[in-house]
């Protein structure tokens, strides 16, 4: 019951709260305008930027009513978040000026971000190798590293999928059920808590954000999600991990994980800086290929649900 209402208190929030903060978009001129040329902007009217505030909302509301009380882990998760919502919105804002932010600031806000999760105790210590029958301890300075590039890398994909209606909501929706299953399985219920509240908010958000979308939540929301998405790894199935559970995680974040490992890949092949903004993930690939809006859409969630069930299935086979 206690996540059934964590559920309906996060998914009210940010239901409620993105109609008005889209009319407070329109009046700031708060708004993400087509860009003639940019083969990334796929929208043909302004779109406003403020759902990441009621995504932030919704599943702060929620944390702080229904979750365990944490100390610094619950302070870490908030204020990492509330950082990631600052350097997001600078970000965002110059979108509505037609320009680009430079990469370097948000990378170091995400990072700072990052440490305030592994300062609180939420790390990546080591995994257990059954192969030895002992669990394998990580030296402090390799659990910091492990730490801070997976919280970096996850916020960093799920940010860089959000580049057509629906998308990152959907794979964030889909990688928190499939993170709140496997959480229950392994009786994690603050791993679970997170879990279920984020994967409200991603559904609610979605009401507006499906195609055509009438709201987007910029870098500012798609940073939260990631960042939160990994920290529910973390949290969870990352404790006590094995070395066959380690590809969890990796499974239920598949699709977000896999293209941009692709595009990061290709950038460094030809020589394009990794965080230079362009077409090449696969979404775009499949609307250049003929595919529409929904139906790219709908390829890339089945997809994303087929490695989420088999990271379930992984999880039975472990047990």
């Excluded at 580049?163 to 392994?186: N, P, Y």
């Excluded at 929301?221 to 790894?233: E, N, Q, R």
């Excluded at 404790?239 to 499974?251: E, G, N, R, V």
């Amino acid at each position: 019951m206690l996540y059934i209402l964590a559920f309906l208190v996060s998914f009210a929030v940010v239901y409620l709260l993105i109609p008005p903060l889209g009319r407070l978009a329109f009046r700031l001129d708060f708004v993400d305008k087509p860009r003639e040329g940019v083969e990334r902007k796929l929208h043909r009217e302004p779109i406003p930027l403020t759902a990441s505030y009621a995504i932030y909302l919704g599943f702060a509301t929620a944390y702080l009513m229904l979750a365990e009380w944490n100390g610094y882990e619950t302070m870490a998760v908030l204020a990492g978040g509330a950082l990631l919502l600052v350097i997001g919105t600078i970000d965002d804002w110059y979108k509505t000026q037609g320009r680009d932010f430079p990469s370097l600031p948000k990378a170091l806000v995400q990072i700072a971000a990052a440490v305030l999760v592994y300062l609180s105790g939420i790390e990546f210590s080591g995994f257990y190798n059954p192969l030895i029958d002992d669990y394998v301890l990580l030296p402090g300075w390799l659990q910091c590293v492990l730490t801070i590039l997976w919280i970096f890398g996850v916020t960093t994909v799920i940010n860089f999928s959000d580049g057509m209606d629906g998308l990152a909501g959907t794979l964030s929706a889909i990688s928190a059920g499939t993170l709140f299953i496997v959480a229950l399985v392994k009786g994690q219920s603050h791993s679970a808590m997170m879990a279920i509240i984020l994967l409200a908010a991603a559904i609610a958000y979605l009401k507006y954000n499906k195609p055509p979308a009438k709201i987007f939540m910029g870098d500012a929301g798609a940073t939260f999600l990631g960042f939160v998405l990994s920290v529910i790894a973390l949290d969870g199935v990352f404790k006590q991990a094995t070395l066959l559970s380690l590809f969890i995680p990796i499974l239920a974040l598949g699709v977000p994980i896999f293209d941009n490992l692709f595009v990061v890949f290709k950038r460094l092949i030809q020589g394009k800086p990794i965080y230079q903004a362009d077409a090449s993930q696969v979404h775009y690939r499949l609307l250049r290929a003929g595919y529409n809006n929904r139906q790219a859409l709908a390829l890339l969630g089945l997809l994303s649900l087929c490695l989420g069930l088999s990271s379930i299935i992984l999880l039975l086979v472990e047990a």
